[in-house]
């Protein structure tokens, strides 16, 4: 028996949309026992178009930025991983709290807040559900990581010397930064691919003037779109790494590859200002200092923590 037309165009509707979902839907890796789906890549994606949108930042390359959104993803779920371990949840009402104080930062209330998410277009749903994952995460962190961290009271007079020189013009670097990672001990063929990468890098970067752009194609830090640039530093804010070698650079000079424990670090010297830094009181310097110092070595022990757990899980990223 033949089948009518409109019986036929809805068999062959139904077979696109079947179709169309699994190519949708497809996996794009697989993290130990999880999977990330390409809806879920192709989501992420769209949330970081609109961040680098809002920094007047110009979209890179496709291939890049997903390359970057994936390995983020990738990340998130070995952390998130731990979090199950460690029996680690954030509760309805504590998701709630933060959702009132993004809120509130927003001038509005809680309702108000959902309705202009979803005027934007985003799922008031999933929003909600990665704040819970973001919360969760830097649970994580600071169990895992934060809790081993020291700050000396040299390091913090160190520092305070050079904030609370009254009235002084100081000068103060914004430098970008593109780390090339290595694994725990890394074989020779390792770091001759992270050599040639880190070429690769400084060459786009002599090419191009959007330093992040080249920064999101070839950095493999966790979180590249708020570390590539460091913003502005004095010397004494600056990483060890680099507080020598900065100040000795001219400005869009790009460095030769630095090397440490966690890869290979290309900087480039965006800008140098001089800044007069007004008197606060001792207290609230060593405090502000005490937080510096400890974000710095907490995103350090991190990138090295995250290094550690993706050497040792099963991670297959599809092509």
């Known amino acids: 028996m033949k089948l009518k037309p409109i019986a036929i165009s809805l068999l ?49 390359e496709e291939k890049a930025l997903t390359e970057q959104v994936l390995n983020r993803l990738v990340e998130e779920r070995l952390i998130l991983q731990q979090a199950t371990v460690m029996g680690m949840e ?8 933060a959702l009132t104080s993004i809120a509130e930062n927003n001038k509005t209330d809680l309702a108000g807040f959902r309705t202009l998410l979803e005027a934007d277009g985003y799922d008031y749903i999933e929003f909600r559900e990665q704040i819970r994952k973001d919360m969760l995460i830097n649970q994580v962190q600071q169990q895992r990581v934060g809790y081993n961290i020291m700050v000396s009271d040299e390091e913090i007079d160190r520092l305070v010397g ?10 103060q670097y914004r430098v970008g930064h593109i780390l090339i990672a290595l694994p725990n001990n890394p074989s020779s063929e390792q770091v001759q691919l992270a050599q040639t990468k880190a070429s690769n890098a400084i060459s786009a970067l002599k090419k191009s003037s959007n330093f992040t752009q080249v920064a999101l194609q070839y950095s493999d830090s966790s979180n590249v779109l708020e570390q590539a640039d460091l913003g502005w530093r004095t ?19 790009i460095s030769k590859p630095i090397r440490n424990n966690g890869g290979f670090h290309v900087i480039q010297l965006l800008e140098k200002r001089q800044q007069v830094l007004q008197s606060a009181q001792q207290g609230v310097q060593r405090q502000q200092a005490r937080e510096y110092l400890y974000q710095q070595k907490l995103q350090e022990a991190m990138q090295a923590w995250i290094t550690q757990l993706r050497d040792g899980a099963h991670v297959d990223v599809k092509t």
């Open 162 to 171: 050079e904030m609370s020189q009254k009235d002084t013009a100081q000068t």
């Open 12 to 60: 062959l509707f139904i077979s696109t949309q079947v179709f169309a979902d699994s190519t949708l839907d497809r996996i794009r890796a697989t993290v130990n026992d999880d999977i990330i789906t390409q809806s879920e890549l192709d989501k992420r994606i769209v949330s970081a178009k609109g961040q680098l949108r809002a920094v007047g930042v110009e979209t890179p």
């Open 90 to 97: 954030v509760d309805d009402s504590a998701l709630n709290k």
């Open 235 to 253: 010397r004494a804010q600056l990483p060890s790494l680099i507080a020598n070698t900065v100040p000795q650079m001219q400005i869009n000079e």
